[in-house]
């Protein structure tokens, strides 16, 4: 059952009276549109005779009512425009109907409307748009929140409300019109990317979501169930593995943007659903890949800014290159003051008890290095710096250090403490990679659920041969978080995901009748539109006492009208 609050009772109504004057509310029309808020306001002044044929659609925001004509507002995508409606010009003939009955009382906030006419200027120097024809386009049942702007711009009673702002984002979107702009730096942060990748000649692939074996990164997958095939899969939580194969292919250069899926916690930096960007170029190590993203990120800084520098926080983030190199060991030293270069997993293990690490029996060398560097070292690494030379257990899937024993060729770029970039000289050793998912499966047995599974036809493809490769990964979400100076990932995904909506508890009749309502009075009570006890405890007693003998007068109920202590009682649960 659909429970309804006055305003929405009101606006169906409204709906039914357009029907039966012969309005549809929705119609099917297509509905020409030559202007738009921003271009009119922008260029008006100095175009003037190229305004007189506007034909213009958007949302009904504000209305003031004076006689026999009004000031409203409009806005479209672009913006907001004031406009002027007289009754006699949309009203012509005799019948003022449009005017007096569907403009003034049966259209609302938030209803889209088309309108032809011309732009002037009012008096008070307000480019507005003198109406001439007005044509409902859509009706809005639900009313917008009502946000109160000053004259300077400030907000008050705003949609500001987290949950309900990303529960409910097209609602965000149309009365926090500034939210777009997010939107459209996380477009361009994209787009940039795509047309430098496309400019190198690097090629945009797709590769599969569903994957019969989950791999390219450390993390705990969703799984789901083939009914024709009748096999398990997982939605991927990296496409690397995929990518890679178009390699040994004899792509020279591929990419993907997509979604990846997690089955982690969420908080302000994760959510299960993100967006990443992968490239693998051939004939490359991570030495090179270190000045291409340095390169790449400057560049689309500038494309969303217009400059390199980003407000992120209360710090000034530099993207133009060079950035700051540190090893993972040169890292935990200069930042926990311990060296565990040369430690071994028991001594990983007291490192981590005397620096107030929590660890546990699954973890590995390995995993507890990252849990000493995640604790002590990350927030320290605001402005860009590369983390270079990770343990060898860390990274199965990277190449051998050349130069240092039991590391391998892998860096992390970090940017105001958070990681937002991956990259290797790739593992392209088929035997090498077997041992390392042996030893992957190891952990697995030891209780690590984020531990790589065996995939054996990427060890086979990696057979035929790859050659030397670099590959990267980007966080889109969180490089578009520093980009538009947001905290939480949240922020910058039009529908993150969220906990189930609360479902309201409509009442039964025997839950109003053990309130003491008679029960042939229950069909007054939900005429009234009143389904839930939380209802009936927020209304006014003597209101209620005349709707009820209202109603039930109205519905020829049998029972007797209620006294008003008895509707009191039914209120307070006396």
């Not at 500001?160 to 009365?175: A, F, N």
């Not at 590369?386 to 970090?414: S, W």
């Not at 659920?449 to 590959?471: C, H, N, Q, V, W």
């Amino acid at each position: 059952m659909q429970l309804l609050n006055e305003q929405e009772i009101e606006r169906r109504k409204d709906r039914e009276s357009l029907m039966q004057l012969g309005i549809d509310p929705y119609p099917a029309l297509s509905y020409p549109i030559n202007a738009s808020a921003a271009d009119i306001h922008k260029n008006y002044e100095n175009r003037k005779n190229d305004y007189k044929n506007i034909s213009i659609a958007g949302r009904l925001m504000t209305r003031r009512i004076m006689g026999s004509a009004s000031f409203a507002e409009i806005q479209d995508s672009s913006g907001r425009l004031q406009i002027y409606v007289r009754r006699d010009d949309i009203c012509p003939e005799e019948d003022k109907t449009l005017y007096n009955t569907v403009f003034k009382k049966l259209l609302g906030i938030g209803d889209f409307i088309g309108l032809k006419g011309f732009i002037f200027t009012t008096q008070t120097g307000e480019i507005s748009l003198h109406v001439q024809e007005l044509t409902l386009l859509s009706k809005s049942l639900k009313p917008l929140p009502v946000v109160k702007r000053d004259e300077e711009g400030n907000v008050y009673d705003g949609f500001t409300d987290p949950e309900l702002r990303y529960r409910q984002r097209y609602v965000d979107l149309v009365v926090n019109p500034e939210v777009k702009n997010t939107f459209v730096a996380r477009s361009r942060v994209i787009s940039s990317m795509r047309r430098y990748f496309d400019d190198h000649g690097w090629l945009e692939v797709e590769t599969p979501i569903l994957q019969q074996v989950h791999g390219g990164a450390a993390a705990k997958p969703f799984d789901t169930h083939h009914n024709a095939l009748d096999i398990p899969l997982f939605l991927r939580i990296a496409n690397e593995l995929y990518l890679k194969r178009l390699i040994v292919g004899g792509f020279e250069g591929v990419y993907e943007i997509g979604k990846m899926f997690r089955n982690e916690g969420m908080d302000r930096t994760h959510n299960p659903e993100f967006t990443s960007m992968e490239i693998y170029v051939a004939y490359k190590d991570y030495n090179w890949m270190m000045e291409m993203v340095e390169d790449l990120l400057g560049q689309i800084a500038k494309a969303v800014l217009g400059e390199t520098q980003a407000k992120v926080g209360q710090n000034t983030i530099e993207f133009a290159g060079p950035y700051r190199r540190l090893t993972m060991f040169e890292s935990i030293q200069e930042y926990a003051g311990v060296d565990v270069s040369q430690m071994d997993e028991k001594a990983l293990r007291a490192v981590c008890t005397d620096l107030g690490v929590e660890v546990d029996d699954s973890m590995g060398k390995g995993k507890l290095i990252d849990e000493i560097f995640g604790e002590k070292v990350e927030d320290h690494l605001i402005q860009p710096t590369y983390i270079t030379d990770y343990p060898i257990e860390m990274t199965p899937l990277a190449k051998k250090h050349r130069d240092k024993p039991g590391l391998v060729e892998r860096f992390e770029l970090f940017v105001n403490g958070k990681e937002i970039a991956n990259a290797y000289t790739e593992l392209n050793d088929p035997v090498d990679q077997r041992e390392r998912f042996e030893e992957q499966l190891k952990l697995a047995a030891r209780g690590d659920d984020e531990a790589m599974a065996m995939d054996e036809d990427f060890l086979r493809a990696l057979e035929y041969g790859m050659p030397p490769t670099s590959g990267l990964g980007i966080g889109i979400d969180r490089l578009c978080m520093m980009l538009t100076n947001k905290s939480t990932i949240q922020e910058v995904l039009f529908f993150p995901q969220m906990k189930p909506e609360k479902k309201v508890q409509v009442a039964t009749d025997d839950d109003f009748i053990a309130r003491g309502i008679h029960p042939g009075l229950v069909p007054a009570i939900r005429e009234l539109n009143i389904h839930t006890l939380e209802q009936l405890r927020g209304q006014n007693p003597n209101k209620l006492f005349n709707d009820v003998c209202g109603k039930r007068k109205k519905l020829k109920l049998e029972a007797p009208n209620p006294t008003k202590d008895e509707v009191e009682n039914w209120i307070n649960g006396a």
